[in-house]
């Protein structure tokens, strides 16, 4: 619908390019013409998962460093407003 022809999908380790090429040839299976390109996580990043990203925050610790930025505010508050529904 939108003319889509690649997907650009970044990769941290050997472990996510095993569950990406799945996810590609499936899609490759759907639309013969599209490509899916694999880009390398900076070293620097690639011990990073959303889990733990999720895990610092809902104990209150700082994201900054784990997330783009402007975006670390957004995490805390929404990690403070879960704490006050549960309180």
């Known amino acids: ?4 022809r690649s997907i650009l999908r970044g990769l941290r380790d ?14 490759r299976v759907l639309d013969p013409g599209l490509e899916t390109v694999f880009l390398g996580s900076d070293p620097r990043c690639c ?3 959303s889990s733990m990203v999720r895990e610092v925050a809902s104990g209150g610790g700082d994201v ?19 704490k006050q529904d549960k309180a």
């Open 64 to 82: 900054t460093d784990f997330v783009p930025e402007g975006l670390a505010p957004l995490v805390a508050a929404k990690y403070e407003e879960k």
């Open 1 to 4: 619908k939108r003319g889509i």
């Open 47 to 49: 011990f990073l998962s």
């Open 14 to 27: 050997a472990s996510d390019f095993e569950a990406e090429i799945k996810v590609a040839q499936g899609l």
